[in-house]
């Protein structure tokens, strides 16, 4: 019987053995041709482009000469070749405290030395230090759309309808469907909430193609589109127009760049977080560049840029928290990117693209030393990757779905390939039959349901992009560098050869990377005879408009600038929420000032001040309304009170006042905070906004805390700086937290305890903190808190903190009392206190119809708790009137603001009262000045038709009522009448001369509510 199976054994194993023996070897499966990559599609080498002006260094600041050094070449014309010249820097260090920006075609910066010319960026901004970027103005013409299913890899496609020859530059489109995302699982992660989900127009992707031939109505593309168009998901269209804000042929090259930093601190983050930052450009280059200690990346490529060559680039030492967002140090969002002989060391992300790159992007021969996290996609739907002999040293190359990582990203790439890449793990997943991933030649634990081929083998070609690209350029020679790596030795050799090979290893020491990089040439001219001196050149570039500075203060009662009134409506800065989809950034943000989205610049993300500015006055806004976030990790958006396993924190971030320590582990991961030491960049973005918006009439209300992190959900507390897990300061609230119905946190009480010592005095430090941190910019007003219900004695505490201040500093600032009525009304009736009060802020309270409603301080519930609880009642222009203008008799030198309940419908109603920062629209300068004079005249507001507020020497505002004709006492003497649209702010004159002995008639009428009369 054992025989018998034996022989049966025996016969299966043969005629398997035969059947394998006759088997075709797995053909590899390579999604797309990744060779239009790089620079001019690669089918160029980078030029050595002719030096115009030298710039030697200096001590301080060269920020300056360096800048003008790129205004001076931008001033000039574009040669032949395209270029306008490059900038020689001398050997040396080269400081600058300010980013460098490159904005016009043609300009190079270039290095005597790789390892002598540095750049070192100061400062705690945590942009860029140099900035390559165009404008944003994409020319859109007709759309058309693509007729037939068509294969990701293609660069033929069918239409519609037919392009004229002169459409060369189009935009293909790929909408992102419901359809399609429910087809790949995307919708929802799991846990029956789906707000992570992917939704329609979330993972649109467009690519900025040229055309190069048209055939009828069919198309031929220079470079591949990177996934299926199926009709049955949306398909696809193409519409015709081009991005000309683009700027082209623009590098840096030979040189090191460094982010000056705290050495006190390990994981210090107020520094430089990018070394180039790259937008709205096509065809440009970095390369021979060495990058140390940035925080976020060395190479920033953004949405908007296109054949970008990155090249024979080390990037080391990176000065950050090991978290997320941060060490993506190769980054591309773009299309058609070629990275390359590339070293990354202690990075995060060492070689990544971004949310919805569009690709292809290539990165090739590049390695990553000691990596602390994966590299391939870090976003959602970055498809078209080609990682060509990539190395991860202990860390992974992802092409998978990443489910719930970074809010939701999901599946990350698809006709995506790896080709004789190593790494601790490999993971090749695809996301369906029409987008695959694929992988040749790989080492290390592979994993996944892609197409694999040769693996734990050599292969050849030993690079498939320069394959592709010699292919695709008829076989012509092409020298990638490839660094040479013996693939050929035998497991079993023989005797002789064995000798030789050990005899090899002792004396042959193994070629690394960095030492074939080094062993290029660079061919470049690094020579500064005969240039110009920058020093010697008279060249000024026109700035930008400057305006002069404007006092604030308090005329008169009311808050003013330059004499004038202020006025506009209050901006209240968004608390948490966000998102970084380019579709949110585009249609659903609003401004924020200490938003941080590490890499990413712009509404939604990293504001731009400037366009905080802008927005606010063009909506016009006169205050923005600032409080610190409600907490710093987005992750926190599920309202959990979980400790996170790690730093892997959510972008956007909403920045505390206070900085990190580099010590210890907090309960979002990331290290202890450190109550004593303010976030320089928080406080920086502050001033920067006040310096800015000061002569657009533009106030900053710096509320001190936040009460809402205190009181109501018990999330709110959890990552709070002031828990006892988050700091090294000691605070000794209660720990496991006292949550109630293990869901709602009510640390008001423990918070506002000044019997404890040890808190007082941390309240104390950070109160000064908050002061100190704004003394020079008099736009800034200060507050307690937003939402603040809290108890009388913190008010007391916080203003006698404040008057001890301006005492011992001799600086005054503008402070406003907003807080319940019980405690203004005892603070105002302080002699001692109510001097410090500047501002009476009326928002926690208000009158109504049936009388008033005002919360009592200190009873542990916010405002909309006690909204659940009090009715809040009808309230309309005679209560909020009511409101202000009692208070503004009552203490006539301190100015009155309103923002309780129905602000700010009711702008005339808080300027008739006397009331601050009214929400009318009148821009008239005089009437501004002559308004921020005047008081309400209740003499003339007996009357039931009408309400004043004027001043003898200066004129009167009269608002109607109804419309029955006015009869009101006035100094006598020489008017201007003029009636005002209360809607518009037209004004009209009615009359040009009206003379009275003391009593002035106006003749009423529906169209004109309010009228101005003006003192000659």
Known sequence: MKNKFLIIATILLLSFLHTYAGKKPKEVYIPMDYSTCGYHASERGIPNVRNVVFVGNTKGDSHERIQKAIDYVASLKIGKDGFRGAILLDEGTYYIDSPLRISASGIVIRGKDKDRTVIVKRGVDRGALLYIEGRKDFVKGDTVRISRYTKAGSTELMLDGNLVAADKRIMIVRPCTKEWIESLGMNDFGGGLDYTGWKATDIDITWMREVKAINGSSITIDSPITSTLDPKYGGGFVVTGYNRGEITECGIENLTLMSEHNTWNPKDEDHCWDAVWMDNASDCWIRRINFRHFAGSAVNLQKNTRRVTVEDCIASEPVSETGGWRRCVFLTRGQQTLVQRCVSRHGRHDFAAGFCAAGPNAFVQCEGEESLGFSGSIGSWAAGLLFDIVNIDGNDIRFENLEQFQFGTGWNTGNSMMWQCTGSTLWCYSPDKD???????????????????????????????????????????????????????????????????????????????????????????????????????????RGNDTHDVVAYGITDGHITSGGNLIIGNRYAIPWWSGRVKDNFAENGAKPAITRFVPGREGTGWTDRIDSVVNYLDKHNYCILDHHYGLWYDLRRTDHERVRRADGDVWAPFYELPFTRTGKGTAWDGLSLYDLKKPNKWYWMRLNEYAKKGAPYGQLLFNQHYFQHNILEAGAHWVDSPWRPVNNINGTDFPEPVP????????????????????????????????????????????????????????????????????????????????????????????PALSEVVDIIDIRYWHYNTDGL??????????????????????????????????????????????????????????????????????????????????????????????????????????????????????????????????????????????????ICEIKNSKDNSIYWLERF
């Open 435 to 541: 987008n695959r991933n694929s992988a040749n030649g790989c080492w290390g634990t592979l994993t996944g349901n892609g197409e694999w081929t040769s693996s734990n083998n050599h292969v050849k070609p030993r690079s498939l992009f320069y394959a592709q690209l010699e292919k695709r350029m008829s076989g012509q020679n092409i020298n990638g560098y490839i660094l040479p790596r013996s693939t050929d030795a035998s497991s079993s050799p023989e005797i002789a050869a064995a000798q030789l090979m050990a005899q090899e290893s002792l004396t042959t020491p193994r070629l690394t990377l960095e030492m074939w990089m080094d062993s290029i040439p660079y061919s470049a001219d690094v020579a500064s005879n005969g240039l110009k001196d920058i020093d010697n050149i008279k060249y000024y570039k």
């Open 739 to 830: 949550f109630t119905g293990d869901k709602r946190v009510f640390m008001a009480e423990q918070f506002y305890d000044l019997n404890n010592a040890k808190l007082k005095e941390l309240h104390r430090q950070y109160i000064r903190q908050c002061l100190e941190n704004t003394k020079d910019n008099g736009n800034v007003i200060q507050l307690i808190s937003d939402e603040y219900t809290g108890p009388l004695h913190f008010v007391r505490f916080w203003l006698q903190t404040i008057k001890e201040w301006e005492k011992e500093t001799g600086n005054n600032t503008l402070v406003a009392l907003s807080c319940t009525k019980d405690a203004q009304d005892a603070v105002l009736a302080d």
């Open 853 to 998: 409603w005002a919360p009592p301080a200190g009873k542990n519930m916010a405002p909309r708790q006690f909204m659940r609880k009090m009715k809040v009642g009808k309230t309309g222009f005679a209560e909020a009137y009511k409101a202000v203008s009692e208070y503004r008799t009552k203490y006539p030198e301190k100015a009155v603001t309103f923002f309780s309940q129905q602000y700010p419908q009711y702008g005339w109603a808080i300027l008739m009262g006397g009331g601050s920062c009214p929400n009318i629209p009148v821009h008239n300068n005089k009437f501004l000045k002559d308004a921020a004079r005047m008081q309400p005249q209740t003499e003339n507001n007996a009357t039931a038709n009408y309400i004043v507020s004027g001043k003898s020497d200066v004129g009167y505002i009269v608002y109607a009522l109804n419309d029955k004709d006015i009869k009101l006492n006035v100094e006598p003497g020489k008017y201007r009448i003029n009636s005002i649209n209360g809607k518009t702010g037209d004004i009209k004159t009615l009359n040009k001369s009206y003379r009275t002995s003391g």
